[in-house]
C-alpha cells in the first residue's frame, strides 16, 4: 500500500486524476490537500468522498506550520502536486497570488518532502513554460531539452516550480519529476475556461468572446488521457528529468468554438471578437515521444469523441457549472 498527497485535488485535473486513481487502485491510500478557492470544487470528488482509500483536508499549500504538520501526521510515500493558479488573465491583473501559490506553495511542499522522505515528488507544470511559437512556424516543437522562455505571470511562476524542483533535485537528491502538458477539456474544468465557457454561452444563446481573430493555437489532450500519463511518470519514471505530454491535437481557438456550436446546432453568429489579451501567446507545441518510448503512453481519446463526450457532460452536470460560478462570485 502507497500513500499519495494529491495537492490541488478538488480543481480540474486534480479532480478528474482522484476521480479515476482512487477506484483503479483500491490499495492505495489518497489524501487530498486544497484550500477550495474559486477553482477548487468539493462537489468535484462527491463520488469518492466517502472511499476507504481518500481523505479530504482542507489546507493551503503555503501555510508551512500546517502542511508540516500533516506530511509528519501522515507519512507520505508519493507526492503530486497539481495545486496552483491557471488562468492567465488572473495573472495579468494579481501576478502576486500566482507566484504565492505556484511558486512559495511549491516551495513549502518541497522541504516537507526533504525533511519528511518520500519516494518521489511530482511536479504539474506546462507547456506555457516554453513560450510561443509563431502561427506559421511549423517546423518549431518544443521538447524537454528546450529553453524556457516563459512570457506571462502564470507560466513564469510556473516556470520558478519547476527550477526550485530541479534544484532540489541537485543540491538535495530530492527524488523529483516535472510534467509538462498542452491544453486540458473535459469534466469539472471551471467555466471561466475555453471550452466550458463556449458551450455554457451557446447553450444559453449568448453571445462567445474570443481574444483577437481566434487565430490563436492550442493543442487539446482529454484531461484522462493527461491523469493516465502522470500515473505512469510517478510510478515508473525517472529521478530528476522532465516528461512533455500532449496530443498532437492542434486548433486555432475559433475551429474549438465552431465545433461545440456545431455540435449544439447553434448560430456561429454567436462568435464575437474581443480585445486581444495582453502578450497572448501565439501557438504552442509539444514533442511527446519521451513518454510514448519509455512508458509506452499514448493518448487514447480523439478530439471529436472527448468534445462529443464533454459537451454531454456539461450539459447534464448544469447544476455542477451553476454552483462552480457562484462560488467563483463568493469569493
Not at 493518448?299 to 467563483?328: M, Q
Request: aromatic fraction near 12%; glycine fraction near 6%.
Amino acid at each position: 500500500m502507497a500513500k499519495f498527497l494529491i495537492t490541488g485535488g478538488a480543481g480540474f485535473i486534480g479532480g478528474n486524476y482522484l476521480n479515476i486513481m482512487v477506484n483503479k487502485y483500491p490499495d492505495d491510500m489518497f489524501v487530498c490537500v486544497d484550500c477550495l478557492t474559486y477553482a477548487g470544487n468539493i462537489e468535484t470528488l462527491k463520488q469518492i468522498m466517502n472511499c476507504k482509500n481518500f481523505k479530504f483536508i482542507r489546507q493551503n499549500i503555503c501555510n508551512k506550520e500546517e502542511m508540516f504538520k500533516i506530511f509528519n501526521q501522515e507519512s507520505f510515500d508519493y507526492v503530486i502536486n497539481f495545486a496552483g493558479e491557471s488562468d492567465v488573465d488572473r495573472s495579468i491583473v494579481n501576478p502576486e497570488i500566482f507566484f504565492k501559490t505556484n511558486t512559495i506553495g511549491t516551495l513549502v511542499l518541497l522541504e516537507a518532502c526533504r525533511i519528511y522522505g518520500i519516494k518521489r515528488f511530482h511536479q504539474i507544470s506546462t507547456d506555457e513554460v516554453y513560450g510561443d511559437i509563431s502561427l506559421d512556424n511549423t517546423d518549431l516543437i518544443f521538447d524537454e531539452k528546450s529553453p524556457l522562455r516563459a512570457s506571462n505571470p502564470y507560466s513564469i511562476s510556473k516556470a520558478s516550480a519547476d527550477l526550485l524542483a530541479l534544484s532540489f533535485y541537485r543540491t538535495f537528491h530530492l527524488p523529483i519529476t516535472i510534467s509538462r502538458c498542452t491544453n486540458n477539456y473535459g469534466p469539472f474544468q471551471h467555466p471561466e475556461k475555453l471550452i466550458p465557457l463556449i458551450i455554457t454561452k451557446a447553450k444559453n444563446l449568448e453571445k462567445i468572446p474570443l481574444f483577437g481573430n481566434g487565430l490563436n493555437v492550442r493543442d487539446w489532450i482529454y484531461v484522462a488521457d493527461h491523469c493516465n500519463a502522470i500515473d505512469l511518470i510517478v510510478r515508473y519514471g525517472t529521478d530528476g528529468e522532465i516528461y512533455n505530454i500532449s496530443s498532437n491535437n492542434e486548433r486555432t481557438n475559433l475551429e474549438v468554438a465552431k465545433t461545440i456550436i456545431d455540435f449544439l446546432e447553434k448560430n456561429e453568429r454567436l462568435i464575437t471578437f474581443v480585445k486581444d489579451r495582453p502578450g497572448h501567446d501565439l501557438k504552442y507545441a509539444l514533442n511527446s515521444d519521451k513518454i510514448k518510448k519509455e512508458m509506452h503512453w499514448k493518448p487514447n481519446t480523439e478530439f471529436n469523441d472527448g468534445i462529443a463526450y464533454t459537451i454531454k457532460w456539461y450539459l447534464e452536470n448544469y447544476d455542477w457549472t451553476c454552483c462552480a460560478r457562484k462560488k467563483d462570485n463568493c469569493d
